[in-house]
Every structure is written in structure tokens, then in C-alpha cells.
């Protein structure tokens, strides 16, 4: 069975930065289209970075282009998000994701909180 493990998150200030990482765990070669996902409260679940099935690209949403940065270690099937310059609409609970052939897995879920 596969599993993602996420770390990081939190509470930070404005301006701030917060680095998450999210680890495939279970018995699989390799796992693509990795990225993250967040929901604000109130609102719909929403795509914030992500790289694409082939593992070519990445894709990011308009608002956090220029200041969040998602990598990556195949060897060891994780990923990393790197969130600087946090604004307060950067809240919500952010999600990882990855997938093993059709079938796609997500992690439990982070709050993040930008807040002064």
C-alpha cells in the first residue's frame, strides 16, 4: 500500500516562508505527477503546484508563480514545495499528491497559516 508522509506547515508570518515535503512510502519503483493541492476556508480545493505525469514540467497556479518552488528526489520518491513570500490568502490546508499508474494518492493534509 502505498502512503505519502508530509512534513512541514504551519504558522508564520507574512512575508514568511514554510517548506513542505511529501514522501511515497510502500512498494513502488517510482511515483509521478507529484505535486500539491490546497483549500482555503470556504472555498474549493484548488491545484498549487504539481509536475506533469511525464516528470518533464511543472505547473504552478498564477497566484503563487515567481514565489513557491516544488522539486524533487526520485531516488527518493519525494517532494519538496518551497513557499516564500506567504500571504495571509496562501492559508488553508495544503494536500499532497502522487500517483502509480491510474490510481492517485494523497496525503493526510497540512494546515498552513500566514497570519501577523
Known amino acids: 500500500q502505498v502512503q505519502l508522509v508530509e512534513s512541514g506547515g504551519g504558522l508564520v508570518q507574512p512575508g514568511g516562508s514554510l517548506r513542505f515535503s511529501c514522501a511515497a512510502s510502500?512498494?513502488?519503483?517510482?511515483?509521478?505527477?507529484m505535486g500539491w493541492y490546497r483549500q482555503a476556508p470556504g472555498k474549493q480545493r484548488e491545484l498549487v503546484a504539481i509536475f506533469s505525469g511525464s516528470g518533464s514540467g511543472t505547473i504552478y497556479a498564477n497566484s503563487v508563480k515567481g514565489r513557491f518552488t516544488i522539486s524533487r528526489d526520485n531516488a527518493e520518491k519525494t517532494a519538496y514545495l518551497q513557499m516564500n513570500s506567504l500571504k495571509p490568502e496562501d492559508t488553508g490546508v495544503y494536500s499532497c499528491?502522487?500517483?502509480?499508474?491510474?490510481?492517485?494518492?494523497w496525503g493526510r493534509g497540512t494546515q498552513v497559516t500566514v497570519s501577523s
Open positions: 499528491r502522487g500517483a502509480v499508474g491510474r490510481t492517485v494518492y
Open positions: 510502500g512498494s513502488i519503483f517510482s511515483i509521478s505527477a
